[in-house]
């Protein structure tokens, strides 16, 4: 309950907050991410590649919640897999490029694939998979500011991966 209310405090200051907008390298904010998650990777072994990528313009602690956000669900819906693997990534599409995190955990039917990024919405059970379902509105709120899209792809069971663009520095919204 507590962490619920955190969630969504954090949620609603989002829509609020002025972006601080600078040049970034999302590596060096997706390797801040991971080191505060360090505690969920507690006895797994999940290799976790930061593949070198292109420096972006965003608000750098809102980033790294994108990361935060993205990285602690490749953990947890990977967890059956000995080793987990992780990539933090990028492509160049469409002349803008696009940020991933890709996991080879339980993945999800594509179906429901819209549903994931509104509040409350889960795909697995409880009992199964501990969480509130805020996560991912998060990361949604935070890229729209930005001026970007985000978006999901996924099998079930081939793992998942979760793209990204940022608006660069004409593109972030209010
Ligand atoms: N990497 C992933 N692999 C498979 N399913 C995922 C992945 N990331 C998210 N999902 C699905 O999307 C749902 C929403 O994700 P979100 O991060 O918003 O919520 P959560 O992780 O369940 O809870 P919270 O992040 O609030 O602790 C999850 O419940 C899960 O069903
Ligand atoms: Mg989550």
Request: no cysteine.
């Given at each position: 309950?507590?962490?619920?209310?955190?969630d969504?405090?954090?949620?609603?200051?989002?829509s609020?907050q002025?972006?601080?907008?600078?040049?970034?390298?999302?590596?060096r904010?997706?390797?801040?991410?991971?080191?505060?998650?360090?505690a969920?990777?507690?006895?797994?072994?999940?290799d976790?590649?930061?593949?070198?990528?292109?420096?972006?313009?965003?608000?750098?602690?809102?980033?790294?919640?994108?990361?935060?956000?993205?990285?602690?669900?490749?953990?947890?819906y990977?967890?059956?897999?000995?080793?987990?693997?992780?990539?933090?990534g990028?492509?160049?599409?469409?002349?803008?490029?696009?940020f991933f995190?890709?996991?080879?955990?339980?993945?999800?039917?594509?179906?429901?694939?819209?549903k994931?990024?509104?509040?409350?919405?889960?795909l697995?059970r409880?009992?199964?998979?501990?969480g509130?379902?805020?996560?991912?509105?998060?990361v949604?709120?935070?890229?729209?500011?930005?001026g970007?899209?985000v978006?999901?792809?996924?099998?079930?069971?081939q793992?998942?991966?979760?793209?990204?663009?940022?608006?660069?520095?004409?593109?972030?919204?209010g």
């Amino acid at each position: 309950m507590g962490q619920l209310v955190d969630d969504l405090l954090t949620f609603s200051r989002l829509s609020r907050q002025p972006l601080a907008l600078q040049e970034v390298d999302p590596a060096r904010v997706a390797r801040q991410a991971l080191q505060d998650l360090r505690a969920d990777r507690d006895g797994r072994r999940i290799d976790v590649v930061v593949d070198p990528l292109p420096h972006a313009w965003a608000d750098p602690a809102l980033l790294r919640q994108v990361y935060v956000n993205l990285l602690s669900n490749a953990f947890k819906y990977s967890r059956s897999r000995d080793p987990a693997t992780v990539e933090v990534g990028s492509r160049r599409q469409d002349d803008e490029d696009v940020f991933f995190v890709k996991d080879n955990g339980v993945g999800f039917d594509m179906r429901y694939t819209d549903k994931l990024f509104g509040v409350f919405q889960r795909l697995h059970r409880q009992e199964d998979y501990e969480g509130t379902g805020v996560g991912l509105a998060i990361v949604q709120r935070i890229v729209h500011r930005h001026g970007g899209r985000v978006w999901a792809e996924a099998q079930v069971d081939q793992g998942a991966t979760f793209s990204f663009t940022l608006g660069g520095p004409n593109g972030a919204g209010g």
